[in-house]
């Protein structure tokens, strides 16, 4: 089995930062793709960044120059390092990791963290 516990959300001022964390841990051979997903209240879930085994990164244009995404293959952990933050910033975020458990590569999702940005 595989569980994901996401960390790092919270309330913040515009302008400020959080950084969060997505750690898996349970039967994992490898680790392939690394996501931060987000969705605002009445929106759908859009990408915002992902990184690839071989460390590739790609950002949703709304973020690009303020969130960068980074992995720890030793632990298993992709991080978000979210600076200047915006109001329209605000919504639930979600990692999601391409694990091979066995012969096959699923898709799993942490359970979510609320980032709320005041302005």
């Known amino acids: 089995q595989v569980q994901l516990v996401e960390s790092g959300g919270g309330l913040v001022q515009a302008g400020g930062s959080l950084r969060l964390s997505c750690a898996a841990s349970?039967?994992?051979?490898?680790?392939?793709?690394m996501g931060w997903y987000r969705q605002a209240p009445g929106k759908q879930r859009e990408l915002v960044a992902a990184i690839t085994s071989g460390g590739r990164t790609t950002y949703a244009d709304s973020v690009k120059g303020r969130f960068t995404i980074s992995r720890d293959n030793a632990k298993n952990t992709v991080y978000l390092l979210m600076n200047s933050l915006k109001p329209e910033d605000t919504a639930v975020y979600y990692c999601?990791?391409?694990?091979?458990?066995?012969?096959?590569?699923?898709?799993?999702w942490g359970q979510g963290t609320q980032v709320t940005v005041s302005s």
């Open positions: 349970g039967s994992i051979f490898s680790i392939n793709g």
């Open positions: 999601n990791l391409e694990i091979r458990v066995t012969a096959a590569t699923e898709n799993y």
